[in-house]
């Protein structure tokens, strides 16, 4: 890799290794696969002043506002999306699985719809084989 993939690197993982918090660690988990899916971004990700904490505040201010509750569940693609916001990066979200993430595109249902299983009427009898 490039000298500016490896400084932004050690960067995010410098960070993690001196955070208490876990949650940081998690936060830079996700930023280091980023960063391995997508190398061209090493420049905003490794800029002078942009931080895994900073990026933890951002999410966690976003779960604050829409928790119900004590809870809050963010995707992987929300997550991406506030880390592209925070870093200033824009084109194609890659998912935390490497797949490119087409927002325009909802999942599309399989042809004829999913099958529902049959009804089991006696449990007992469809276990005793097992």
Same mark, same amino acid.
């Given at each position: 890799? +490039?000298?500016?993939?490896?400084? /932004?690197? !050690?960067?995010?993982?410098?960070?993690?290794?001196? +955070?208490?918090? =876990? *949650?940081?660690?998690?936060? $830079?988990?996700?930023?280091?696969?980023?960063?391995? &899916?997508?190398?061209?971004? /090493?420049? &905003?990700?490794? *800029?002078? $002043?942009?931080? %895994?904490?900073?990026?933890? !505040?951002?999410?966690?201010?976003?779960?604050?506002?829409?928790?119900?509750?004590?809870?809050?569940?963010?995707?992987? @693609?929300?997550?991406?999306?506030?880390?592209?916001?925070?870093?200033?990066? #824009?084109? !194609? %979200?890659?998912? %935390?699985? $490497? /797949?490119?993430?087409?927002? +325009?595109? =909802?999942?599309?249902?399989?042809?004829?719809?999913?099958?529902?299983? *049959?009804?089991?009427? !006696? @449990? #007992? *009898? @469809? %276990? /005793?084989? @097992?």
């Amino acid at each position: 890799m +490039s000298e500016i993939f490896d400084r /932004a690197m !050690d960067r995010v993982r410098d960070e993690m290794a001196k +955070s208490k918090n =876990p *949650a940081i660690g998690g936060v $830079g988990e996700m930023v280091t696969a980023l960063l391995r &899916q997508r190398p061209d971004w /090493a420049a &905003q990700i490794g *800029a002078e $002043g942009k931080t %895994l904490k900073e990026l933890y !505040d951002k999410m966690y201010g976003v779960a604050k506002q829409g928790k119900v509750g004590n809870s809050y569940f963010m995707s992987p @693609l929300e997550a991406v999306k506030i880390a592209c916001d925070y870093y200033g990066i #824009d084109g !194609d %979200l890659p998912d %935390l699985y $490497g /797949a490119t993430v087409a927002e +325009s595109e =909802p999942p599309k249902a399989p042809e004829g719809g999913a099958q529902a299983p *049959a009804p089991v009427d !006696d @449990l #007992d *009898a @469809l %276990l /005793a084989g @097992l």
